[in-house]
Each structure stands twice: as C-alpha cells, then as structure tokens.
C-alpha cells in the first residue's frame, strides 16, 4: 500500500501564502503591447571597481562567514546587507563581482526597500537598461525586469517550449554598450528545490582554450543580434505581444578584456551569437557551435546558484554567462526582479604572440604541453 510521504520536522520548506497569492503582488508583471521607450544613447562608462580598496575593507567588515562556490567562479557572503553598503563598498563589490564572476547575499532586505531605493543601489554601477519585452510592475519602474513563472502566467515556460531550458546567455548582448554588475533579488521561489541558475566563468572559458586557438580568436568579431528572441516574443504572444524597443544587433569582439581586472573572457554565448565576421556561413557555423559546446559542457568552470526568498544574486556579466533551469513543477511560483546597468563597449583583447599565459597555465605546464 503507498501511504503518502510526510515531509520532516526539520526540512526546511519555502514561504509561501495560504491563499496562494503571491507574496509582493506590487511586483506583479505587467505587459503592454503599446508601450514604447527610448534606448540609453552612447554614453562614457566609468567602472566603480577602479576606485575599489583591493582589500575590500567595507565590503568585508561585518562578514560573518564566506566562501566560495566553486574554484573559478562564485562567491556566497553572509552577514553582509547590500542595502547598508557605502559607496566604498559598492565600489568594492564591484571588483569582487567581477574577480569571482557572482557573489551571492542571502537573507537581504533589499526586497523590501521599495522601487525607488533599489534603483538608487544598483545606479551606482551605471545606468539601468530597459527590457524590450519583458514584464516590468504595473506600478513600477520599466527599470524593474520581473521574472515570473506560475501557472497564472505561463509566458516563460511558453517561450522554451519543445527546446532545453537550459539557454547559456548574456543578457542584451546585442546593446552597443553591454551589461555589467547585475542585480537579481528573488521574491518568492517555488516550495521545494530548483529554479536556480547556473553561471559560467567565461574568463576560465577562455584560458581553458590551447594558447595557439586562444591567439586565433582574439581580433575576430561576432554578430549580436535579440532578431529571434523578439520575433519568438512576437509569434508566441499575438496581439498580446510586448516590443518596448526595436531590435537591436551589433558586432562586439569574440574576445574581450575586462576593464577593472585586465583578464581576458570569451564573449560568445549561444542565444544572441549570430555569426564571425569575415567568415564563410559553414566556417562560422563549425567555430561557434565549437566554442557554444564549450561553454555548455563546462561544469568544472561553473557553479549552481541556489535561490530562497531574500536572495541577491551579484554578477558580472562582461566574465559570464548565465542559464534558467526550470526544474521545478509547472505551476509554482517563481518570482523576482533584475535590475541591469549598462557599461562599458566591449573591450577587444590585442593579439599577442607570446603572452606567456601557458605558462601561468599549471595543469599545461605539468603536463608539458605550451
């Protein structure tokens, strides 16, 4: 006889309302098919990490446990509220994001704030991008890119219908100037386990690379293009369609540098990547599936970000790229916003001939193989 399972005393079981509302309804999302806006326009980027105490004095100061995630990328503090940092320790995250890759927050009261304060945080790393479809609150700033999945609202599961969820990506590759420290706070995560994401270094993506195909790429350019994104807005939604902006497509090297950190990172990522410049279609074909299969295969240069309410998840996206899973049941809730200052163009890396980073290179250099 099956007897239904009871779940333990001590297991611990995300918030949810008895009602099965949702827990910040002022953050629902909103979608109109009418509504317009205008891009940022060109504008100099100053990165705050240049200002940045390497030793992270105000960032560290109340940190009561830390660690890293993986060994290439990712790193989860506690005690620290993001909300109470100083202008030193923003400047200061902002190094740390864009050394670890992502740095995770827990139990911040960064939710909380309202609007108009969590904008004023995240201002801090450059001026906040506006979606071209994605919902933002009804009440809210179109700054406010909500992620929402339940069964009220099956928009997001509808887009990655008959095709993985699992979508490694920059986001707004394509803008002429691109993402940089990006904020995501979760609201309200499905009951049980999963709807995490998963990050990718895209500079140990690079250095993972023989140094001769690592000098190959660098001075090639790529295509960036939203073109199949949006249309799939547009062909999966009708009339109901949202097209804030029109589409945007632009060539970025395929190799960038980071400006705070001078490392190298490959810019390619499999959803906005359309083609290399000055190559046959075949031959740009083979290299960026290649170099798209690289980044997907590499778990050993990524790490698994775990949500619960209160969660601020921190990332570079010049040094990443980043994935949904949507392995949770259909018809949970998942619910959260992004905010995402634009920075720099794309830095191209110079092509050198003998950088010596094979060397740096310890398991090459055992192994005898520069």
Known sequence: MVTESKVPANKVVRPVSEDGSPLYPDYMPFYDPLEKVEDIGPFEHFDPGHRADPAKPNLFKDVTKMWDISPHIGTEIHGVQVSQLSPEGLDELALLAAERGAVVFRNQDFKDLGFEKQKDIV???????????????????????????????LRVRKSWARQSPI????????????????FICMLESPSGAGGDTIISSSVRAFE???????????GLTAIHSNSDVASAEINNNGTKAVMRRDMVSNEHP????????????????????RRIVGFDKEESDYLLKFLFDHIIRGQDFSCRVRYEPGTVLVWDQRVTNHSQTLDYAPGERRHAFRLTPIANKPIPSLVEEDDGECEKDEMRAQLNIC
């Open 123 to 153: 201002r801090h790393f450059g001026p906040l991008h506006v979606h071209g479809w994605a919902p933002h609150p009804k009440n809210g700033p179109v700054e406010h890119m909500i992620i929402y999945d339940h069964k009220d609202d």
């Open 167 to 182: 979508q490694f990506h920059t986001d707004q590759s394509p803008e002429p100037q691109t993402p940089g420290t990006t």
């Open 208 to 218: 993972r690379l023989s140094p001769r195909f690592r000098k190959r790429l660098e």
């Open 254 to 273: 395929v190799v960038i540098v980071h400006p705070v950190t001078k490392r190298k990172a490959l810019y390619v990522n499999p959803v906005y990547t």
